[in-house]
């Protein structure tokens, strides 16, 4: 079973140390939610890859090795989308209590 990383993030700017507007889309590159929901599936695929791993050692198919490793994946996915995802509300609540 192949992962696919995440690509790395690119800051521009027009002039040297001053942030500029940042596209939705980079040049020949997703949006931010295409890449996130990218991540979403992939944290999906290992939670099922887990799933049917944890299935086949319970019919006496599996590894048992190979099970623990799938359903370790699976968990340290989700605590990182989790993580992600509180630090996005974060920065929405933060943006939030700005005053206009």
């Known amino acids: ?4 990383g995440i690509g790395g993030i690119r800051i521009g700017s027009d002039l ?3 942030p500029g507007p940042r596209p939705t889309t980079q040049p020949g590159g997703a949006s931010f939610s295409d890449a996130l929901g990218q991540a979403l599936a992939q944290v999906e695929g290992l939670q ?3 799933d ?11 590894n048992l ?3 623990a490793l799938a359903l370790e994946k699976a968990d340290v996915s989700m605590r990182v989308a989790a993580k992600v995802r509180n630090k ?3 920065a929405y609540q933060e943006v939030m209590r700005m005053p206009v």
């Open 1 to 4: 079973m192949a992962l696919d």
């Open 16 to 18: 040297p140390g001053l």
């Open 48 to 50: 099922q890859a887990g």
């Open 52 to 62: 049917a791993q944890a299935a086949a050692a319970a019919n006496g198919a599996g």
């Open 65 to 67: 090795h190979e099970v």
């Open 88 to 90: 996005m509300v974060e």
